[in-house]
């Protein structure tokens, strides 16, 4: 059972959780300054027994990233400073480059994007911070990105070839030692892979084609560090070509994500990625709303 933050915290909050739970209106809270949207925050959407809303997931909507990620960083303060959990927690950056602009997403963004995709699509709940920009953008089909990602356990068999070739169509460079997110490199019955879905690159120990070991290991000195059980690959760039395309190995151009619409012909919202409608909750709704005006002028 999940730990749940003392009476005396949520108490001033009851009216906002009763009106969520009867469904009623739209529950608003004001005269908040400072840091106390994320404590506000960190307490509505915790789970435990006696919120029955706790099996429900949360989208929660700031002006743009920088808010999105103050928000974001406030509300795992307050969590973890009441001795709550984090792991439901996420943030789903903007690309930060200007629409249509011949560049590729930074990596980085990508991963961090990828991992708050991945938790939607396998965790019961999900608690997701994010910025106009970000909402608004269509993305990858949510079939498309679940039947991408490539997933390694212990004993299980891949054929080399088929690595390559789905590490290749996921956006991955080949490079002879990994250092950054989106690269990976062969050297022998081991293959390096920098993972989107993860802060440090995996290390891949074949027999054959048996997976034999899966570990973490430090880019910078090569060296092997946790022992894990299952191990994800995610996209490393958000346009993901069918199998049997024939181009599906060649490199992406820079600007390849533009052109997802025509490769898709259907993208989806970052609102379908949740398995069930999820509670909004609306930092400055005036703002969000001009904010909103702002960025369909800048596409």
Same mark, same amino acid.
């Given at each position: ?93 903007? &690309?930060?480059?200007?629409?249509? *602009?011949?560049?590729? @997403? $930074?990596?980085?963004?990508? +991963?961090?994007?990828?991992? /708050? ?114 191990? &994800?690959?995610?996209?490393?760039? *958000?346009?993901?070509? @069918? $199998?049997?395309?024939?181009? +599906?190995?060649?490199?992406? /151009? ?46």
């Amino acid at each position: 059972m999940p730990p749940v933050a003392p009476s005396y915290l949520t108490q001033w909050l009851a009216p906002v959780v009763d009106a969520l739970q009867v469904g009623a209106g739209r529950p608003c809270l004001i005269g908040l300054h400072g840091s106390t949207p994320g404590f506000s925050l960190s307490l509505l959407t915790q789970g435990g027994p006696s919120n029955q809303l706790a099996a429900r997931s949360w989208l929660v909507i700031a002006k743009d990233d920088d808010e999105a990620d103050r928000l974001y960083r406030d509300t795992v303060f307050f969590r973890k400073l009441c001795g709550l959990p984090v792991q439901d927690l996420a943030l789903f950056p903007q &690309w930060e480059i200007l629409p249509y *602009e011949s560049t590729a @997403p $930074p990596v980085d963004l990508v +991963a961090r994007r990828m991992q /708050a995709l991945h938790q939607l699509a396998t965790a019961s709940r999900t608690v997701l911070f994010t910025s106009v920009p970000a909402v608004i953008q269509r993305i990858l089909p949510a079939e498309v990105f679940t039947t991408a990602s490539l997933q390694f356990e212990p004993d299980g068999n891949v054929e080399r070839e088929a690595l390559v070739s789905g590490l290749l169509r996921l956006g991955y460079r080949q490079s002879s030692v990994v250092e950054i997110p989106g690269e990976f490199s062969l050297r022998g019955g081991i293959v390096d892979i920098f993972s989107t879905a993860y802060a440090e690159p995996l290390r891949i120990e074949f027999l054959g084609d048996t997976v034999e070991s899966l570990r973490f290991f430090d880019p910078a000195t090569q060296k092997s560090t946790d022992k894990i059980k299952q191990a &994800w690959v995610l996209p490393a760039r *958000e346009f993901v070509r @069918p $199998p049997d395309a024939v181009d +599906a190995l060649k490199p992406l /151009a820079a600007d390849a994500e533009w052109h997802a619409p025509s490769l898709y012909g259907r993208m989806d919202t970052l609102l379908d990625y949740f398995p069930q409608p999820p509670l909004l909750a609306l930092d400055q709704p005036d703002v969000l709303r001009d904010q909103t005006a702002v960025s369909w002028k800048a596409i």
